[in-house]
């Protein structure tokens, strides 16, 4: 007896001694464990220890964050970012350093938006949590502006703006337009609303790339999902398309009041043959816009079909043909190809490249008039040729940029100032109704410019028959 109890006891003590050598050795491994991730922790704390994020990545980093979480589906457009990644994706511009795009030490950085019903109180909501105050600039919604003013325009949100410690978030809300374009309002031009501490967010607006002080558009864009500086970024699919357009994006809206005025004065020519008219003459306007839009050949609308649109907001229905204007820069050789391959025969070619070129094309029984402008010394200057004379004659313009707007829905380019252009043409009487016009001596920018010799004729007076 004495001895089974000597031989339990025994077995007892050996388990005890291998539970107590296995705790030592289960608590040693776990101690080293948390040793290594201590050891972890403290690698990771001083790998970012030697770089402070800049105010303008946090800001990035924090909005970003807070649109994916409340499904905001912002996207950047910032120029110099968008540039900069472009250049380093290409290889034309390498760049060094742990933050290469996001910091870059400015004042603000730019995101869009399509359509202003993205932003919900939620996100605004989580915005002001997270530290951001805000300002919005609303404006009257264009799409439901028009010289019948049948339908009170509405109130939308235009520009927000979301100021995190010292750097701005500029939101831009485009909308989409005539199926084919996206718009954006001014914030100058805005009615402003505070933050909700009752506060406004005071900067120059002349500083911001994206409608500041004036209206801009751009084509519709597609986007893509890209990591810039480890940030998840939405961006534009084809990023230069997008900065390219910056420069000469800003829109002008047609006055709709002058054109009422005018209407009430002169009447609406509503008959069925004028609106036969417009449509064929929307329709070879489009396909003159696809043509060139097609090629990358910029051009605006000119003389009476600018005026129409200036005047009326609408083509003139008694001008007979449709009037584009295209320096001569940017002409080539795919201009009538591509207009002939839009179902535009060619009707005239007048001139030849380096003085007065012309060209002129027809579509269902109206013509498509395409004017190339010389710039010369402080004005531009468009020419014309009697074909029955050869006779030259030159239209002089002070020098001008090029805007935006629309005309029976289709996205064009208009001279700007519009204004002196249009004078320039048509005399300060632009809004009387003519309905005779001598192109050789009523407008008052015509002066003679000599005249075609006859060996040139088969060359810069060709005519083409109708098939």
């Not at 750097?167 to 831009?172: A, G, I, K, N």
């Amino acid at each position: 007896m004495g001895r089974a109890h000597s031989q339990l006891l025994l077995i007892l003590l050996t388990f005890g001694a291998i539970f107590v050598v296995f705790q030592i050795y289960v608590l040693k491994s776990t101690w080293m464990q948390v040793e290594d991730m201590g050891n972890v922790k403290n690698k990771k704390k001083r790998r970012f220890d030697d770089w402070t994020p800049p105010p303008d990545y946090i800001t990035v980093e924090a909005f970003t964050n807070i649109a994916q979480e409340y499904n905001v589906p912002v996207f950047l457009i910032e120029p110099a970012i968008l540039e900069s990644v472009w250049a380093h994706r290409t290889g034309t511009r390498p760049s060094k350093g742990r933050c290469k795009f996001l910091c870059r030490g400015t004042d603000s950085t730019t995101f869009g938006i399509i359509s202003g019903h993205w932003i919900t109180q939620n996100f605004l909501d989580a915005l002001w949590r997270s530290g951001f105050r805000s300002s919005l600039s609303k404006g009257k919604d264009p799409r439901l502006l028009s010289v019948n003013e049948l339908v009170p325009p509405s109130i939308i949100p235009q520009h927000y703006f979301f100021q995190y410690e010292t750097h701005l978030v500029h939101l831009v809300v485009l909308y989409e337009r005539a199926e084919s374009y996206l718009w954006h309002g001014a914030a100058s031009d805005g009615e402003w609303e505070p933050g909700r501490d009752g506060q406004f967010l005071w900067f120059p607006l002349k500083t911001l790339p994206f409608g500041g002080e004036r209206e801009g558009s751009f084509q519709k864009m597609e986007f893509a999902d890209i990591k810039i500086d480890g940030v998840l970024l939405t961006v534009p699919k084809h990023p230069m398309k997008l900065t390219q357009q910056v420069p000469n994006s800003t829109f002008i809206e047609c006055n709709y009041q002058q054109a009422r005025e005018y209407l009430a004065e002169n009447g609406v020519d509503d008959t069925p043959k004028a609106a036969d008219f417009r449509t064929r003459a929307r329709s070879i306007l489009e396909r003159g816009m696809m043509a060139l839009d097609g090629i990358g050949a910029p051009f605006w609308i000119s003389s009476g079909t600018c005026l129409g649109w200036f005047r009326e907001c609408n083509i003139i229905a008694h001008s007979m043909d449709v009037d584009l204007g295209m320096r001569i820069q940017d002409y080539n050789d795919r201009v009538i190809p591509a207009m002939e391959g839009q179902g535009l025969q060619l009707l005239h070619l007048f001139g030849k490249v380096e003085d007065s070129f012309e060209l002129s094309f027809a579509r269902d029984s109206i013509k498509l008039d395409i004017f190339f402008f010389y710039e010369d010394d402080d004005f531009i200057w468009n020419g014309g040729t009697d074909a029955h004379t050869g006779d030259k004659y030159q239209y002089v313009f002070h020098q001008f940029d090029l805007c935006w707007t629309e005309l029976v829905g289709l996205h064009v380019r208009i001279p700007c100032p519009t204004l002196p252009y249009i004078e320039a043409n048509y005399g300060t009487e632009w809004d009387q109704k003519v309905t005779q016009w001598d192109w050789k001596e009523s407008p008052p920018n015509v002066r003679p410019n000599g005249v075609w010799e006859k060996e040139e004729w088969p060359y810069v007076i060709q005519t083409f028959p109708i098939m």
